[in-house]
């Protein structure tokens, strides 16, 4: 299996070269040439594993026995899914008026950015040990990709961790979750900007090949093509779930609701359908819009500024995943994503070719939902289930309830659940419920914090290059002494 970057300027690559990459040398991301194709008979196959299970088949197809031999990879994904709360690693559950709820934060940090997450961090733990080598991974967070990074290679003796998080704009619960790990490995900085801002030094940084070489530079953020790839599995447990029958031909659709920030679980959902995965995915936002204007109206043009919601990880504007859906639906042209994204990157403007909408509005529908909308769901999920929401599932439920409230009867539907509502306890109360805080999350108040700060008026991207070369220079000091 060979990768390649959408904008198609760069050599293909394995997925070990995908796996230690952040964006492409030409600014693209990595996909997979080819998607393998899976007909009715594999689904069904398919249809009684487990959610590990479908993550180790899945994976198999996009890594090549020569690089992870197949019984090596089962035993690093069976290790990645250890520490997880729930025997089977995500659960459904199913609530009054057919709300089917996938409950994907099981994890260590209770988010679904564990699932992806744990696995990424072994793949690239089997690599290092057996090249001898270092890297240092950057991550930008607009909550819960830096803490879920951060536990995934906390204990790692050849990986450094770079997290930037926007300071005050993470819930109280998420902040604590990544200054609170005091290892030597682990360094976050606590930036007076939004998500978006805080991206551009990752961007710099990561755009300058000879300085990404020279340090063993990687970013585990979602433009890591191992991180979609792993959740691709939870479209296949969905449908598998929620399908009426698979002895019917053709299949049944099933819906899928995806709250959508940045894109990566999107594309994953994206790359299932090319596949052959019979869903419907529908994208939900919250009043932060450019996905939604994209699907419906084929525009995919910055707003004037992020505005915080109550669906905080979700507060972006440049969620750079749509790159590769643009990809996806414009037949794997690179000189086409090219050209659409140059575009966008110089003008942040950009009106979707009609043939490129025209497929993406086929296979999508979205949605966007307000603050209120929210917290009406939260209540409503409540009133009818006693089952508390985080803000994130609440935006999926809300397109739920709208749809069923409605005259037309309703396709089988399954809401992703990306994080718990034990991280939102601000979001829970100002709802008018009660949050339940589990014992691990009431520690944090009482651990000692660490967090270097990144000003307004700092050089944000010199500031993360002096970490790094600091961070290699300590490294090959240790090496040399061993």
């Given amino acids: 299996m060979w990768y390649v970057s959408t904008r198609g300027m760069a050599p293909r690559i394995d997925f070990e070269g995908a796996l230690f990459s952040g964006y492409a040398p030409d ?48 035993g690093l994904i069976n290790r990645a899914f250890s520490r997880f709360r729930h025997q089977d690693v995500v659960r459904l559950s199913r609530l009054a008026q057919g709300l089917n709820v996938l409950e994907l934060w099981h994890g260590v940090t209770r988010a679904f950015k564990d699932l992806s997450l744990s696995c ?10 057996k090249r001898q080598k270092h890297v240092t991974v950057v991550v930008g967070t607009s909550g819960d990709t830096g803490s879920a990074a951060i536990e995934s290679v906390r204990e790692a003796e050849n990986v450094d961790i770079v997290v930037l998080l926007p300071k005050g704009r993470c819930s109280r619960t998420q902040e604590l979750q990544m200054t609170t790990v005091l290892k030597d490995n682990v360094h976050v900085f606590g930036v007076e900007g939004n998500s978006d801002e805080l991206d551009a030094p990752i961007k710099a940084v990561l755009a300058d090949a000879a300085f990404v070489e020279k340090h063993g530079l990687l970013s585990l953020n979602s433009l890591n093509w191992s991180r979609v790839l792993v959740q691709m599995a ?12 698979l002895d019917v031909c053709p299949l049944p659709t099933v819906e899928v609701v995806v709250p959508t920030g940045a894109g990566g679980n999107l594309a994953a959902g994206c790359a299932a359908v090319k596949m052959g995965l019979p869903v419907r995915l529908v994208v939900v936002v919250n009043h932060n819009d450019i996905v939604h204007r994209a699907i419906r109206q ?9 505005r915080p919601s109550l669906a905080s990880a979700m507060d972006i504007q440049v969620p750079y995943n749509m790159e590769r859906i643009f990809w996806l639906f414009s037949g794997s042209s690179g000189q086409v994503t090219r050209a659409l994204m140059e575009q966008f990157e110089r003008t942040q403007s950009l009106r979707l070719p009609e043939e490129l909408h025209s497929k993406l509005s086929e296979a999508m529908t979205s949605e966007s939902v307000s603050d209120e909308a929210i917290t009406r769901a939260m209540c409503r999920c409540w009133q009818e289930n006693q089952y508390l929401l985080c803000p994130h599932s609440a935006v999926a439920v809300s397109y739920h309830y709208q749809q069923t409230d409605g005259q037309q009867p309703s396709p089988p539907r399954c809401c992703l659940a990306p994080a718990s509502a034990a991280k939102f306890p601000e979001v829970v109360l100002a709802a008018g419920l009660t949050p339940e805080t589990p014992a691990d999350i009431l520690a944090l108040e009482r651990k000692e914090t660490r967090c270097s700060p990144m000003r307004r008026g700092d050089d944000w991207t010199l500031m993360l290059r002096d970490t790094i070369e600091r961070l290699s220079r300590r490294w090959r000091a240790s090496a040399s002494q061993q």
């Avoid at 026995?65 to 990879?73: A, F, M, Q, T, W």
């Fill in 234 to 245: 939870h479209y296949f447990f969905a449908y598998f779930r929620c399908a009426p029958s």
């Fill in 120 to 129: 990424t961090a072994q793949f690239l733990q089997y690599f290092l040990e």
């Fill in 298 to 306: 084929g525009d995919f043009s910055l707003s004037e500024a992020v």
């Fill in 27 to 74: 600014g693209g991301l990595y996909m997979p040439e080819n998607f393998p194709q899976l007909d009715g008979e594999i689904l069904r196959r398919w249809s009684l594993l487990s959610y590990p299970s479908l993550v180790k088949e899945l994976c198999s197809l996009f890594i090549g026995p020569e690089l992870i031999p197949r019984d090596d990879l089962d």
